[in-house]
């Protein structure tokens, strides 16, 4: 690829999410919907026509085949997404997969290590880490200008719709840590990297899902990470870093932030970086930078963290009592 070839995007599936990232994709120049991909064709054709994909496949398989699709993006529920990805990597198509990149971290180190025998990009779409204003957290929090960092809390919910199968399946990969409470427990893991010890606790649904928990997560430093997810009900969904000389305070809904303060006291400095679109595509814009650099792992998006807070996943679940999947 050169700086001047517009990155071609497959998109295998067509749901809410698909439609987003399809709306953020129209937003730059350089990277084009080529194809988009279904199990119904008629879904495929009308994705197509409303986002301007030049072709419509009626099979996920006749999508990754596509020799005019340079990447897909994998918009499937996390169940599906060991199968759904091998597929694009036996067809040599680099990889950008919906978050949770797999139900468990055993799933998600095979695909990393089957995208790195086979050369090919792989990154989980944790588009929070490409927020500029998420990004300036980070830069802030690591800077020292807060002092050391002791605390970190992160919330974030919201209220499910009863008829919203995909959450509520277990047969779909349904689990609101995996769903949302990945965001806070990401958060956390950009400021204080990995604990040494983690405590949780919450509800579960008669078919065994989790809907409504928290955890307390410790780190070598002394520092402390407060997390907190639900699907059932409707929090604040913000976040605040807490060092020994100020804070860093993230409004609702931190994932996607548009701003954040910091300083110390009442004496807080507001930052406001541009998000385009509604933030996927600056994860799209990563994607395509380090494809056109030859990159087959994103410093970004990096693999070795997505496996890592796959595993604390895995332990928050089995705490919870969810049953391994």
């Known amino acids: 690829m050169t700086s001047i070839d517009p990155i071609r995007w497959g998109i295998l599936a067509t749901g809410g999410i698909a439609a ?12 084009v919907l080529a194809a988009v991909g279904s ?14 994909g030049s072709r419509a496949h009626g099979t996920y398989e006749e999508l990754a085949a596509d020799p005019d699709v340079d990447v897909i993006y994998v918009a499937t529920p996390h169940g599906r997404h060991v199968e759904d990805v091998m597929l694009c990597l036996e067809a040599g198509k680099h990889v950008l997969c919906e978050k949770a990149l797999t139900m468990n971290a055993t799933d ?42 002791r605390q970190v809390r992160a919330e974030l919910s919201h209220v499910s719709r009863a008829d919203s199968v995909r959450l509520w399946d277990p047969a779909l990969g349904a689990s609101a840590l995996l769903d949302v409470g990945i965001y806070p427990l990401t958060f956390a893991h950009l400021v204080l990297g990995e604990p040494v010890d983690i405590a949780a606790s919450g509800t579960l649904t008669d078919q065994g899902i989790d809907d409504n928990a928290g955890a307390v997560l410790t780190y070598a430093s002394g520092a402390v990470a407060s997390i907190a997810w639900s699907q059932v009900s409707a929090g604040d969904s913000s976040a605040v870093v807490a060092g020994t000389t100020g804070r860093i305070e993230v409004p609702a809904r931190f994932h996607e932030a548009t701003s954040l303060r910091h300083g110390d006291g009442d004496d807080l400095t507001t930052i406001s970086e541009p998000v385009i679109g509604r933030g996927y595509a600056h994860e799209i814009q990563e994607v395509a930078a380090c494809l056109r650099a030859g990159a087959t792992e994103s410093a970004l998006l990096p693999l070795d963290e997505t496996v890592s807070i796959q595993r604390q996943m895995d332990e928050i679940l089995s705490l919870l009592g969810v049953a391994a999947r």
């Not at 086979?118 to 957290?137: I, K, S």
């Not at 929090?141 to 807060?146: K, R, V, Y």
């Open 39 to 52: 199990r119904r064709p008629e879904a495929a054709q009308e994705f197509a026509g409303r986002f301007g």
């Open 108 to 149: 998600s180190a095979a695909l990393v290590a089957e995208a790195r025998e086979r050369g090919l990009f792989l990154a989980e779409a944790m588009w929070m880490r490409t927020n500029p204003n998420v990004r300036r957290v980070h830069e802030i929090a690591t800077s020292g200008a807060i002092g050391e960092i």
């Open 20 to 31: 987003k990232f399809a709306t953020d994709l129209a937003l730059l120049d350089d990277n």
